[in-house]
């Protein structure tokens, strides 16, 4: 397998796949860099598996190759887990970050320290042509801070803090942040799918 396409339009992830694979010496390609205009797919599940089948198998039908997808958020615990499968559209379907940061700091107004505890969660779908689909699940324990900081990284990153640290997602390397990352150990768990295919 020389290449593999990631049903992402989100450049943030397809940053991190391509980091990810390229140590296989395969490149991973982002819905963006296809030839083909692809339409948003609708997230229609409820859950992160039910999203990330729907995300890899409707563009693994429409290529006929493997297609790996994911769909991940942020579960925070005094929010009874929300944002979860709705993060990319938690302030509105335009799916601004800063907004979604907004949302949450102030949602969490008046929460202490010790009840900010929260998580990322990934589910990676690999979808393939004519087989079951392969799932594996991955997640990063830490605290919501209490005012963003960082300019790396995406989405929730600037308000995260992952357990250990005492900065925040955005404020690590991407390379940091790819060793200890929900998108990391959801990904290690396809080390033996991903060296089978170079066979
Ligand atoms: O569906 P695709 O096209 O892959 O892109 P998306 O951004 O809509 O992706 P999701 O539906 O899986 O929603 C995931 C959201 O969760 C948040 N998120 C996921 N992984 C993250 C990470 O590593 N760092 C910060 N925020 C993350 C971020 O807000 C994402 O937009
Ligand atoms: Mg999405």
Excluded at 113 to 119: Q, Y
Excluded at 142 to 167: L, M, R, V
Aim: one cysteine or more; a negative charge.
């Amino acid at each position: 397998m020389k290449e593999i396409i990631i049903a992402t339009k989100n450049a943030g992830k397809a940053k991190e796949f391509k980091s990810f694979f390229s140590a296989y010496h395969i490149e991973a390609i982002s819905l963006s860099e296809l030839d083909k205009d692809i339409d948003d797919i609708e997230e229609t599940g409820t859950t992160f598996e039910e999203n990330a089948a729907i995300k890899a198998q409707s563009i693994a039908g429409m290529m006929r190759c493997p297609v790996l997808a994911d769909d991940s958020g942020l579960m925070i615990d005094a929010l009874n887990g929300r944002p979860g499968v709705y993060s990319a559209r938690y302030a509105g379907e335009q799916k601004d970050d800063q907004a979604n940061i907004d949302k949450v700091l102030y949602e969490l107004k008046g929460v202490g320290a010790s009840e900010r505890t929260a998580r990322f969660v990934c589910v990676l779908a690999v979808a393939i042509p004519g087989e079951p689909a392969i799932f594996k699940k991955g997640s990063c324990e830490g605290t919501i801070a209490f005012s963003e900081a960082g300019e790396n990284g995406f989405g929730y990153d600037p308000i995260f803090i992952p357990n250990g640290y005492n900065k925040t997602m955005a404020q690590l390397s991407s390379a940091e942040k790819n060793k200890i990352s929900h998108r990391k150990n959801a990904i290690v768990q396809l080390e033996d799918w991903v060296k089978n295919q170079n066979k």
